[in-house]
T-cell receptor, first 112, second 114 residues
Framework: GDSVTQMEGPVTLSEEAFLTINCTYT??????LFWYVQYPGEGLQLLLKATKADDKGSNKGFEATYRKETTSFHLEKGSVQVSDSAVYFCALNSGGYQKVTFGTGTKLQVIP | DAGITQSPRHKVTETGTPVTLRCHQT?????MYWYRQDPGHGLRLIHYSYGVKDTDKGEVSDGYSVSRSKTEDFLLTLESATSSQTSVYFC?????????????FGEGSRLTVL
């Protein structure tokens, strides 16, 4: 079945540091890939997405590229801010309305 | 804002009592989902619905039931709550026009079973 593996957290970075959160997946066919972000006390919200191989999703300075050859969708940001502190979830949908599969989440803490 | 409201937002109950969580949407989309969020597990699907009175089980459905008598409301019921059901529950919708699987989430309902 479908699965998503993302790096264990928490990740602690200083402000303006470079961020990478790794995500790899297993899925049938050609899934759509997502990064969701969850701020404290809130629900998840979509950060970015990519629907086919080599697509790059981007939003709020975050980027991720759909790499089919390595089955990866790593999240990157060049310079993190304190306001980026949150939990980040990688997810996929391999088709149909039944299910979106989520990773376990990676908590990011950015310190001034 | 996808117009999703969950209630109650917080609830403390005792083992063996029934609990119902409500998800209300204002946009009348077909697909609605209930997930639970637990440390180390991410989000896991409990039940989903693809229309009025059309529901199906997710990966962690044991101990839960759902009902959808109106498009806008999706209810999650714990018939007899157990401590293992202490969790944060999220409702989500998928917009009918959305083909990629993108979900929109409510703010969550934190349930504590003592």
């Amino acid at each position: 079945g479908d699965s998503v593996t993302q790096m264990e957290g928490p990740v602690t970075l200083s402000e303006e540091a470079f961020l990478t959160i790794n995500c790899t997946y297993t899925a049938t066919g050609y899934p759509s890939l997502f990064w969701y972000v969850q701020y404290p006390g809130e629900g998840l919200q979509l950060l970015l997405k990519a629907t086919k191989a080599d697509d790059k999703g981007s939003n709020k300075g975050f980027e991720a590229t759909y790499r089919k050859e390595t089955t990866s969708f790593h999240l990157e940001k060049g310079s993190v801010q304190v306001s980026d502190s949150a939990v980040y979830f990688c997810a996929l949908n391999s088709g149909g309305y039944q299910k979106v599969t989520f990773g376990t989440g990676t908590k990011l803490q950015v310190i001034p | 804002d996808a117009g999703i409201t969950q209630s109650p937002r917080h609830k403390v109950t005792e083992t063996g009592t029934p609990v119902t969580l409500r998800c209300h949407q204002t946009e009348n989309h077909r697909y609605m989902y209930w997930y639970r969020q637990d440390p180390g597990h991410g989000l896991r699907l409990i039940h989903y619905s693809y229309g009025v009175k059309d529901t199906d089980k997710g990966e962690v459905s044991d101990g839960y039931s759902v009902s959808r008598s109106k498009t806008e409301d999706f209810l999650l019921t714990l018939e007899s709550a157990t401590s293992s059901q202490t969790s944060v529950y999220f409702c989500a919708i998928r917009r009918d026009s959305e083909n990629t699987g993108e979900l929109f989430f409510g703010e969550g309902s934190r349930l504590t079973v003592l």
